[in-house]
């Protein structure tokens, strides 16, 4: 069983690094790429992006051998439907991603494809079947019509969360790597002891770290739309099929969660769109207060890490107290650099 975690993992890895250079090739052919600009793009030129496509051929191909061929999904807790229907999902937002960075859809139009997605998820059979009281213990079981609306909410939240996070090289990458790896620990663990999960949870940090070798700063290829959205779609479907786990999902993706809420109130207040490009997010202003792009990413990397595998040591209630601790360090980080931001601006003026 370990030596298919590996194998598995080394061949997305393989795969995904091979294929990231022929989809670069590709997106230049095509002249699918992203310029820079002085808002929110810090490349010093032209960009190719959909590598998201080299993810996700990474990751179908993979588990599609290991799930058909070896049978190794014909058992267990991941159901054939629910696999061709992660498959589907995966394919509609690359089609989706595809279309955005070509023709620069409109949000009312690109978020069509996430909708269509999380749809086909629930629609495959993913449930939310209860719900654990982390303060009493209680577990409360839920209707397929509320576990059809968790599912879809959860699913669209973490999708969009990776999307909007997306504004620096091998950011998301990164952090969905990590996401993979801390899922795959915990889905062996004695609780929870579902190595099906473990195995897409593996496959996923293995086609992410492929491409994160040619993503990190100075980045050759982008994500790209589909690269972006399928990162935390993948992360909030395998946090349901491990049984429920969104807590640790949260303490993964907490930080990036927070962050992209306080922008979109402060987007709101100043009565702008949600999706409006901007330079608000912590990634920005940790460069604006003298960070450079790989110790800004690193830092989040870190934070990521530390909570993620928190999780790995915690039951429920030590998971709801270390998300109250990672709101305090987030409105801690948030206001230690809007200090910092103050007062660099300041001196600035001063002189």
């Known amino acids: 069983m370990r030596l298919l975690f590996f194998e598995s993992f080394a061949l997305a890895f393989l795969i995904s690094l091979a294929t990231t250079f022929i989809v670069a090739r590709m997106a230049v052919k095509r002249k699918i790429l992203d310029i820079p600009d002085t808002q929110r793009h810090f490349h010093k030129s032209a960009t190719p992006t959909l590598g998201g496509m080299a993810i996700f051929t990474s990751f179908f191909l993979v588990t599609f051998v290991v799930g058909i061929f070896g049978g190794y999904f014909l058992k267990g807790n991941i159901p054939l439907a629910v696999l061709i229907g992660i498959w589907i999902s995966g394919a509609v937002l690359m089609v989706g991603g595809y279309l955005d960075d070509r023709y620069q859809l409109a949000a009312k139009h690109s978020i069509i494809f996430p909708i269509v997605a999380s749809l086909i998820v629930v629609a495959s059979g993913v449930r939310a079947v209860s719900i654990h009281n982390p303060l009493t213990g209680n577990v409360i079981f839920l209707s397929s019509l509320v576990s059809a609306i968790i599912v879809f909410v959860w699913t669209m939240t973490m999708t969009y969360t990776t999307k909007l996070l997306d504004g620096m090289d091998g950011l998301v990458t990164g952090i969905a790597s990590i996401g993979g790896l801390v899922l795959f620990g915990l889905s062996l663990t004695p609780q929870v002891a579902q190595p099906q999960t473990a195995l897409l949870a593996i496959t996923l940090a293995g086609s992410f770290l492929g491409f994160l070798i040619l993503n990190f700063y100075p980045a050759k290829i982008f994500l790209g739309e589909g690269g972006s959205t399928f990162a935390g779609f993948m992360l909030a479907v395998l946090a349901i099929v491990s049984g429920g786990k969104i807590a640790t999902a949260l303490l993964v993706m907490g930080i990036p ?23 608000k997010h912590l990634h920005y202003k940790l460069i604006e207060i003298g960070f450079s792009q790989p110790q800004a990413v690193l830092f989040l990397y870190a934070l990521t890490a530390i909570f993620g595998l928190s999780a790995l040591f915690l039951q429920s209630r030590g998971k709801l107290v270390a998300l109250i601790i990672m709101f305090v360090v987030m409105l801690a980080i948030v206001a230690a650099v809007f200090g910092a931001y103050k007062n660099r601006s300041k001196i600035s003026n001063d002189k």
């Open 257 to 279: 969660l927070l962050d992209m809420l306080w922008v979109i109130i402060q987007r709101l207040v100043q009565r702008q769109s949600p999706f409006t490009g901007d330079r």
